[in-house]
């Protein structure tokens, strides 16, 4: 069973308050259905008609997408809003009424939570106190979280800890039936081999195709990170670790993007000081020639005859050589000191794979198990690579559509390792066997007694409940 979905607990707010009426009726519709002699209590039944509800409209969505994908340009334009939205109570499930979809989906979970408890019981099996208390923790915490919800809609605490707890007992049907001693068992062999089918385990270094700046490569740059990685293999295959490999990469390329930032800091801070003493020039010449004269007929003020220190004319020739030569000259010595100083780091962006001095730190390795079915990671043509061109074994370059990477990729055997396998067992084998299980629980219910309370039906009627 899954965990509850949030636009549920929303779509339960809608419908507590019509619940709220129906909830006050008689004893006649305390229960759904009698499955084999065992009557299964209204909670259930109404917590199955909300599930079935919402997967109505969650397959109706799917309808109207995949009806309004078939048409033409022309005529998704010309399709009115109306029929897409079609209200779920005016359409059909799988070419049957929604409202009667939704009371055979709820028929359908009743049956097969019949059908677990009577097997688990037949099997000899038992929840442990920790599936108990587990199964408590989780149940207190939704139902403080959506417990009012539930109430209103006439799901009790009680019914819906007996849902949760049939789906623990479902599993551990499950894991009886398939695990080793049981009636299907699956093998460690088997288990190992779809393991090994469907999944890879892969090491990898990611090259960006682009210089520091992040501008792409030319096809000369290109060549000179195809040679790199090709000298990478070489490497590796005469013992160097390929984890080290890829931290020497992204020390290189971590060098190209912080001398292309230095030399951009350095040239910003030579045109703003360019800029400066451009504006000093300009401000010296102006005052020069803006200075007031005192000629004949100029009238001079009291300020004026007290002119400032500053404004004043240098006693003597070696005075002014004194504030005037020494500070063109220092400049010119401090403009190209900083022009040293700060274009060095740029040539650095010229460091290659061989001349670099790099410090290895703490190794980050990019080791990672892929899945065949998936094939998005770490990027789609390394995938179909790794699926349909490797060996175990094998280590080559890929390089992705758009034109922006380089993959140096190395398969490895999965299986080698026990670890990877002790833990993914449990998911593999349900991945292997869950659907067919499906079809085991669907042969317990075939053979079933089913009486359904008309009553309840009735009063629990999913148009009314949950219609627009």
């Not at 499955?35 to 997967?55: N, R, T």
């Not at 499906?438 to 219609?467: C, H, I, L």
Request: with cysteine; aromatic share 8%.
């Amino acid at each position: 069973m899954s965990k509850l979905n949030i636009k549920k607990i929303a779509a339960l707010g809608c419908a507590a308050a019509m619940l709220g009426s129906l909830t006050a009726c008689g004893e006649k519709t305390t229960w759904g259905a009698v499955i084999d002699g065992v009557q299964i209590p209204a909670g259930v039944f109404i917590y199955y008609l909300e599930s079935a509800h919402y997967e109505a409209q969650q397959k109706l969505s799917e309808q109207n997408s995949a009806a309004g994908a078939d048409l033409s340009p022309e005529g998704a334009a010309a399709q009115s809003s109306e029929t897409v939205t079609l209200p779920l109570f005016s359409s059909q499930i799988d070419g049957v009424d929604a409202k009667q979809w939704i009371y055979d989906e709820a028929t359908k979970s009743m049956q097969e939570y019949a059908a677990v408890e009577a097997k688990f019981a037949e099997y000899g099996l038992a929840l442990t106190d920790e599936d108990k208390e587990s199964a408590q923790v989780y149940i207190d915490q939704m139902w403080e979280y959506a417990g009012e919800y539930y109430t209103a809609m006439g799901i009790s605490e009680s019914s819906y800890k007996s849902i949760f707890l049939n789906s623990s007992k479902k599993q551990k049907l499950f894991e009886t039936i398939y695990s080793e001693g049981g009636e299907r068992a699956v093998s460690d062999d088997e288990i190992k081999t779809y393991l090994d089918e469907n999944y890879a385990l892969i090491n990898y270094i990611e090259v960006e195709l682009k210089d520091g700046e992040g501008n792409l490569l030319k096809s000369e740059g290109k060549a000179e990170r195809m040679e790199m990685l090709n000298s990478y293999i070489e490497r590796y295959k005469n013992g160097e670790d390929f984890d080290e490999l890829n931290a020497e990469y992204v020390t290189y390329y971590d060098n190209l993007k912080k001398a292309a930032e230095e030399a951009a800091a350095a040239e910003e801070a030579a045109n703003a000081e360019t800029s400066d003493e451009t504006a000093a020039v300009t401000e010296v010449s102006r005052s020069t020639a803006e200075a007031p004269l005192a000629g004949e007929g100029d009238e001079l003020t009291d300020s004026d005859e007290e002119t400032p220190a500053e404004t004043e004319a240098p006693a003597d020739d070696e005075t002014a050589e004194e504030t005037t030569a020494p500070s063109e000259e220092d400049t010119a010595e401090e403009t190209e000191a900083s022009a040293e100083e700060t274009t060095a780091p740029a040539e650095t962006a010229a460091v290659s794979a061989e001349n670099q001095d790099v410090t290895v730190g703490a190794v980050n390795s990019n080791m990672t198990v892929i899945e065949k079915a998936d094939k998005t990671v770490p990027c789609a043509e390394v995938a179909e690579k790794v699926f349909d061109g490797m060996n175990k074994g094998d280590i080559e370059i890929v390089e992705t559509a758009d034109g922006e990477h380089y993959y140096l990729v190395l398969k490895l055997d999965i299986l080698e390792d026990g670890e990877y396998f002790t833990t993914a067992k449990d998911s593999l084998l349900s991945e292997m066997k869950y659907d067919e299980f499906e079809g085991v629980v669907s042969d317990w219910t075939a053979s079933q007694s089913v009486s359904k309370n008309d009553a309840a039906y009735k009063r629990y009627d999913p148009q009314k409940m949950f219609g627009e």
